[in-house]
């Protein structure tokens, strides 16, 4: 069946550290890609997403790179804010049912 | 772009009451909803599949009848806690989704937060 696996957290980084986050997938046939947000209270936003191998996702200066060879889509941003603070989950769709995956998540922490 | 409003935002309720929360697609139409629940600090777990007009897909282990799903136009579903429980009160979040329409993806609500005692 279709998984996801992403770094357990939690990640604690100083403003304008550099993250990233591991996210590596099990998935039959070309699955689109997602980085998904969750901040404390709400529901979840795209972050960002791919769609076929070798496309890059990106947004607000998070970039994801979507590996078939290394089944890999892991998330990375150069400067992170304290703003950034929330829970971050990977996330494939299969294509043929539309249903979404998920990632355990990582909570991420920056402090000022 | 795609937005998803969902209400409440938080519930306290009785045990052996029921719950219903409402899920709305404001300038879409939803051809296809989702129901997740989550619990403190672990991920997503996809409750059930709704298509506007029909019965809802149950995944493996989720109740049914006690999570009563309804879908009945191309933006609104509901999802119905029959007698509630203290085990039930969780975060639930729905997303909807325009099959077909690959600009719309997932679109999220901000999630209830249930509360049973």
């Known amino acids: 069946g279709n998984s996801v696996t992403q770094m357990e957290g939690p990640v604690t980084l100083s403003e304008e550290a550099f993250l990233t986050i591991n996210c590596t997938y099990t998935a039959t046939g070309y699955p689109s890609l997602f980085w998904y947000v969750q901040y404390p209270g709400e529901g979840l936003q795209l972050l960002l997403k791919a769609t076929k191998a070798d496309d890059k996702g990106s947004n607000k200066g998070f970039e994801a790179t979507y590996r078939k060879e290394t089944t890999s889509f892991h998330l990375e941003k150069g400067s992170v804010q304290v703003s950034d603070s929330a829970v971050y989950f990977c996330?494939?769709?299969?294509?043929?049912?539309?249903?979404?995956?998920f990632g355990k998540g990582t909570l991420l922490t920056v402090n000022p | 772009g795609a937005v998803v409003s969902q209400h409440p935002s938080w519930v306290i309720c009785k045990s052996g009451t029921s719950v219903k929360i409402e899920c709305r697609s404001l300038?879409?139409?939803?051809?296809?909803m989702f129901w997740y629940r989550q619990f403190p600090k672990q991920s997503l777990m996809l409750m059930a599949t709704s298509n506007e007009g029909s019965k809802a897909t149950y995944e493996q282990g989720v109740e049914k009848d006690k999570f009563l799903i309804n879908h009945a136009s191309l933006t609104l579903s509901t999802l119905t806690v029959t007698s509630a429980h203290p085990e039930d009160s969780s975060f639930y979040i729905c997303s909807a989704t325009a099959q077909g329409e690959e600009n719309y993806g997932y679109t999220f609500g901000s999630g209830t937060r249930l509360t049973v005692v």
């Open positions: 300038d879409f139409q939803a051809t296809t």
């Open positions: 996330a494939l769709e299969p294509g043929s049912n539309y249903k979404l995956t």
